[in-house]
């Protein structure tokens, strides 16, 4: 039979998962998806909790998390078109092109690196049979 512990531990793990991708990464939708995750975790753990102590609470308050779950997804959807009509990109370093005209933009994430060339490497000859030496090459031996 499966326990109230193991509910809450699988909740515990969806929200810890779900802080952790949303605090690490900076793509919005994966920001989102993560915010999504802590969400499910908390609904996972209201519902063991109303189930295991027989009271509806648990399952009412999981409806409404639901509900903002779907409002979020919502917004979520406008402010991805909006910033990657903007500037085709979802980085979320990007969320200043949205404010609102004359207010100074503030620093709060360190731009990205840039990727480092490729170093240029001499180019070797094709394996082979050796190439026969050119005049000036057989005047200077």
């Excluded at 969400?39 to 996972?44: E, K, R």
């Excluded at 409806?63 to 980085?91: N, P």
């Excluded at 000859?125 to 090459?137: F, I, L, Q, V, W």
Aim: glycine content about 10%; some cysteine.
């Amino acid at each position: 039979m499966i326990s109230l512990e193991h509910y809450l531990a699988v909740g515990a793990a969806l929200f810890g998962i779900g802080l952790v991708g949303f605090l690490t990464r900076r793509n919005l939708i994966t920001t989102f998806l993560c915010a999504e995750m802590m969400l499910q975790g908390v609904v996972l753990n209201f519902l063991a909790f109303g189930y295991f102590h027989g009271h509806i609470g648990g399952q009412v308050f999981a409806l409404v998390i639901v509900t903002v779950a779907a409002c979020e997804a919502g917004l979520a959807l406008a402010l991805f078109l909006t910033m990657y009509r903007r500037g085709h990109s979802l980085d979320t370093g990007e969320w200043q092109s949205l404010r609102e005209e004359g207010i100074p933009a503030t620093t709060d994430t360190e731009p990205l690196p840039r990727p480092k060339p490729e170093p240029d490497y001499p180019q070797l000859t094709p394996a082979g049979a050796r190439p026969s030496p050119t005049a000036e090459e057989s005047a200077r031996v």
